[in-house]
């Protein structure tokens, strides 16, 4: 695959349009991208360009509808088998090629697993400026400016990429609001060509299993419980019955409550082994935070 | 691949936890007010490198880049059975951001002949994660995050990781090279073992490598970095308060007041 090249003289007047990268599998798009698409049609609004989402997969057949319902101008599909499912080495090639020949301004990506290690791989042969976690972003002193918390949340930086195109950046699920579709609204679909071929991949998928297990990215509420629950996830459910929430537990007490109370471990203990991971505490982006486990009854 | 393979294993030196202050100046942190320790999802990192060579054989080199005194962190992957280390240090790495950073690890790891590549899943100081695809996008090798499990298959060249993708997990076989970000938490690091230990602290002499080593000094540093802070704020302080209820109604009550 093309290794990076570290071209620095990029004219950045030449870069137009905010793109969003909508992430699905298997036709199931991640809530991000349409969240992603609305603040994608702001920023798009107030810059006076267009807003472009980006499909890859197979077999895609109504996900450019509701992209375009959902507030994008085009929609870029490359539809290929080499893009079912995500691998990085293909997406990443395909996403190198597109950016070259039509270079966007900005470029918005959901902060899911997937989303961070697409992200983390396209920025590099572009030499684009990625900013990961944001949780602001706007036109502002007639630039991009991202920003993210930094310091377990103390303190908000601001990102600028000045001179680097396209301007990237990752942001969590549930950080901004998903407009209601419009089904009246017109846009364009492309087919763009694929240039990546299965032979030219370095990875295989061997085997995938999701949507046994609720993810949290998706809950509205969610009531989670560390090691200080001892075992006894009892009071959680009931506060989540409460609130209408879903459980989730670090991944030690989830361990705990699943072997010390069999009567519960079936809907206790990770289903299939370690099941969806997030950080639904806060959208402060740090390790420490990380590690929670959904936890079913 | 008859004496194993070459495992590399990134690590970074942060400041410890939340004791960190901001320059106002700059708006870059001031690393000097914290004690200096090894990233903490890097051991996870290490734990699956030293694993990797009990299966399969090979070395495990550890691999670093900042200032001076972050040969520390390599001492403590050398304390915990990593056969050497080396050290990228160079004041034209300052103000690197992950484009530049993941060139001079890549070109690092070219130098180191890899087979595999390890990191944290994130650092606790920046928590971008983009150093793992960044140093594969390089040097055009596979990648996998988020790994939960890695199984070593050298007679195909290839390794096999389970990565945690939301609500579920995947198998996916990697060719060689590869970089691999470990999730965190996803194993149990050793403990030093007090002999190796000791070596390391009293012994072991990393190598070490300047930008020009690597020939990358005119693609690092802030002028190679396509992102810059451009400007910080102190978030205002969440209001908290707190009183006890007797039941799980109660508490969803009042948890309804403030959402």
Redesign the interface.
């Known amino acids: ?4 090249t ?1 071209d ?1 003289d990029i004219d950045v007047e030449a870069y137009d349009d905010v793109w969003v990268f909508v992430e699905q599998h298997d036709g199931e798009v ?1 809530s991000v991208a349409w969240e992603l698409l609305t603040k994608g049609r702001d920023l798009a609004d107030e810059r006076g360009e267009d807003l472009v989402a980006l499909v890859m997969g197979e077999d895609i057949d109504s996900i450019p509808e509701e992209c375009i319902a959902r507030g994008a101008d085009r929609v870029l599909v490359a539809d290929d088998p080499v893009f079912e ?1 995500y ?3 293909p997406y ?1 090639e395909q996403f190198r090629y597109l950016v070259e020949e039509r270079k966007p301004a900005i470029a918005l990506i959901g902060g ?3 989303g ?2 697409f ?7 572009n ?7 944001c949780t602001e972003l706007e036109m502002a002193n007639d ?1 991009y ?1 991202m920003r993210r ?16 195109r396209p301007q990237m950046s990752t942001v969590r699920a549930g950080v901004f609001p998903a407009a209601e579709p419009d089904p009246d609204r017109e846009g364009e679909v492309i087919d763009v060509e694929v240039v990546v071929e299965e032979d030219d991949t ?14 949290i ?1 998706d809950a509205d509420v969610v009531v989670a419980g560390g090691m200080g629950t001892e075992g006894d996830f009892d ?1 959680l459910w ?2 989540a ?3 209408d929430g879903t459980v989730a537990g670090t ?1 030690d007490a989830v361990d705990e409550a699943g072997s010390n109370r069999p009567d519960r471990s079936a809907k206790l203990a990770r289903p ?7 950080r639904p505490v806060s959208p402060a ?4 935070s ?2 929670w486990t959904t936890a079913r009854r | 691949m008859d004496n194993g393979w070459n495992i590399v294993v990134c690590v970074k030196q942060v400041p410890d936890a ?1 004791d ?1 202050s ?1 320059d106002p100046d700059t ?1 870059r ?1 001031n690393r000097s007010d914290a004690e200096a320790v090894l ?3 890097d051991y996870n990192a290490i734990e699956a490198a030293l694993s990797l060579r009990e299966a399969g054989g090979g070395t495990v080199t550890a691999l670093t880049m900042g200032p001076p005194t972050a040969g520390e962190v390599l001492q403590v992957a050398v304390g915990m059975g990593a056969d050497d280390g080396v050290l990228l240090t160079d004041r034209a790495f300052g103000g690197s ?3 530049p950073t ?2 001079a690890l890549a070109r690092a790891a070219e130098e180191l002949d890899a087979d595999v590549v390890l990191g ?5 100081d920046s ?8 140093i ?11 790994v ?1 499990e890695l199984e070593a298959r050298p007679e195909e060249d290839r390794l ?1 990781a ?14 060689l090279p ?1 970089v691999v970000a470990m ?4 194993n149990t690091p050793r403990t030093a073992d007090l002999h190796r230990k000791i070596y390391a602290e009293t012994e072991f002499e990393p190598t070490e490598w300047d930008a020009s080593d690597l020939g990358v000094e005119d ?1 690092v540093g802030m002028a ?1 970095s ?10 205002d302080p969440v209001p908290r308060e707190q009183s006890m209820v007797d ?3 109660e ?2 009550e009042k ?2 007041e403030v959402r």
């Open positions: 695959m093309m290794a990076a570290g620095t991640a499912p691998r990085s080495d990443g899911t697993h997937t961070r290690d992200a983390g791989r396209v920025a590099v042969p030499h684009a400026g990625l900013t990961a976690d630039r400016e918390p930094a310091f377990g949340g103390d303190a908000l930086a601001t990102i600028i990429c000045p001179d680097h370095m990875t295989e998928v061997l085997e995938r299993d999701v949507g046994d297990v609720a993810d990215t009071p009931e506060l019955d409460a609130l991944r299939s082994g370690r099941s969806c991971t997030s982006p740090s390790s420490t990380r590690g | 939340d960190v901001i708006g942190l990233n903490s999802p951001d992950t484009w993941s060139l944290g899943e994130e650092t606790t928590s971008t994660g983009q150093v793992p695809p960044g594969a996008a390089h040097n055009g090798w596979a990648q996998l995050t988020y939960e096999v389970r990565r945690d993708v939301e609500g579920g997990y995947e198998r996916v076989a990697a060719e590869v999730g965190f938490g996803e693609e190679a396509p992102t810059q802070v451009g400007g910080m704020a102190t978030a039941s799980a109604d508490l969803a948890i309804g």
